[in-house]
């Protein structure tokens, strides 16, 4: 599978996040630290991606449908960017 050089970048950045410790792996220990340092528990953190991930699926189903140019407020726009029925509002993850 051919990654593109943004989201290359992005997963490396992703992985510097949770590899806490700085040895090329993540364990439960990095996984924990990186919680902790964003204020979560891991089980809130579970909660939290879940809930995220769920909101970007709804997008993708509604841009699917055509609907997300419909539904996004005011500021909102669809990305085209290889993230096709997201919406963009200028937050970063």
Known sequence: ?????????????????????GDGYIDRADFESACSEAGLSV????????????????????????????????GDALCDEGRSGLWATGATS
């Open 1 to 21: 599978m051919d990654i593109s050089p943004f989201l290359q970048r992005k997963l490396v950045r992703r992985f510097a996040t949770f590899d806490t410790n």
């Open 43 to 74: 089980n809130q953190y579970g909660v939290r991606a879940a809930r995220r991930a769920a909101t970007l699926d709804a997008a993708h189903q509604l841009a699917a449908l055509g609907l997300g140019d419909d539904l996004a407020g005011e």
